[in-house]
């Protein structure tokens, strides 16, 4: 009889709770509490979607005597871009579910600041933002409190979230993949990957492997590249036939155009055979015409002067990993890759080493 009466009771049960799922609406809401003397204008930016799809929604919230109220949709977890419209950089994002009753509250206008109450997962990243945005203008800083919290947390769905989200990915992709394998693999699903706006880890840039873990498609060892020229049309830099490579990539909102023309035109002239070298500038924009113009102001001599319309989504760029502008390339004499980044002084370090290198050879 006891046995009956308590399947009776877990059948109720589950009832109850499926009744009550059911009942709650394709929503939430959002509250902002600030002192009364409060006074600014908040853009309230999300995705709200289902399985059939979604559209981009926005709400703005104006503050009147400290308060301001939101009621916003969706059916699916979402994360809601919070920008300050008088100051664009003043920014945070939140996570939310149907249901939610979001509570913001704050004693003045940086976000930082800012503490976010409704659920659970909001509200950890409200205190891990109090600390970590305090280091948001030390790059390595502000890397390592994400990197710090995910190494802690491997199986809290924040940590995936924070690597999406916070840490930038087109800057350390090496260190992006290793510490995502780190993650639980039921933390980073493909839906919080969309949700997270994520595409390039969807197989643009990065990949899943037949072990199940990420993996970066840069080829730091691509030995060769076709390019369009100015001079002949079409030029293939054979990186394995020189004894070093510099390439250079560029658009042309790049302020520092000049000055690393001036220095690779002065790597030319200190390595004037071009069959032992290559020196090459990459134009990344679509417009021929800036490119041409562009490259007749310089004094640039004795290097190719390639362009590259499709700009960092060409094929090879995303093999060679150009994944933002100006962006500096060396290779050895066997195409390997010995320096990537922006810093011409280190790109020009790079080079005359390899050159030097093989010049005592």
């Not at 939101?70 to 003043?90: E, G, K, Q």
């Not at 109450?117 to 280091?135: D, H, I, T, V």
């Not at 417009?287 to 989504?313: E, M, Y």
Request: hydrophobic share 35%; net charge positive.
């Amino acid at each position: 009889m006891k046995t009956f009466a308590s399947k009776m009771f877990a059948l109720l049960a589950c009832f109850m709770v499926l009744m009550l799922t059911g009942c709650v609406k394709n929503e939430f809401k959002i509250d902002f509490e600030f002192p009364k003397d409060h006074i600014g204008n908040y853009l309230l930016t999300y995705y709200a979607w289902d399985s059939r799809g979604g559209r981009w929604i926005e709400h703005t919230a104006s503050i009147q005597d400290g308060k301001a109220s939101a009621d916003c949709i969706t059916r699916f977890p979402t994360l809601v871009y919070v920008t300050d419209a008088s100051s664009p950089s003043n920014s945070m994002m939140f996570y939310v579910e149907r249901g939610d009753e979001i509570k913001i509250s704050g004693e003045q206008k940086d976000m930082s600041t800012w503490s976010v109450k409704g659920n659970k997962l909001s509200e950890r990243w409200s205190e891990w933002r109090n600390e970590a945005y305090l280091k948001k203008n030390d790059s390595k800083a502000f890397e390592k409190s994400v990197e710090d919290y995910v190494k802690k947390n491997p199986s809290d769905e924040l940590s995936a979230i924070l690597m999406l989200t916070e840490w930038n990915r087109r800057e350390n992709p090496e260190g992006f993949v290793k510490l995502w394998n780190s993650i639980d693999e039921g933390v980073h699903s493909q839906q919080l990957m969309e949700m997270c706006g994520a595409p390039d880890l969807l197989g643009v840039q990065f990949t899943i492997g037949a072990d199940g873990k990420l993996k970066y498609t840069k080829d730091a060892e691509l030995k060769s590249v076709v390019v369009r020229s100015r001079d002949r049309g079409v030029d293939t830099l054979r990186f394995s036939k020189a004894n070093g490579s510099i390439i250079y990539f560029y658009s042309e909102n790049n302020l520092a155009r000049r000055e690393t023309a001036d220095s690779l035109h002065r790597l030319s002239k200190a390595y004037p055979d071009s069959t032992k070298r290559i020196i090459a500038d990459v134009y990344m924009d679509s417009d021929s015409t800036t490119w041409v113009n562009a490259i007749r102001r310089d004094s640039l001599k004795g290097a190719v002067r390639a362009w590259q319309p499709r700009g960092v989504a060409e094929g090879n760029m995303v093999k060679m990993g150009v994944t933002r502008l100006p962006w500096f390339i060396v290779k050895d004499n066997k195409g390997k890759e010995t320096y990537a980044g922006d810093d011409l002084k280190e790109a020009v370090a790079a080079f005359r080493k390899e050159m030097n290198k093989n010049k005592k050879k």
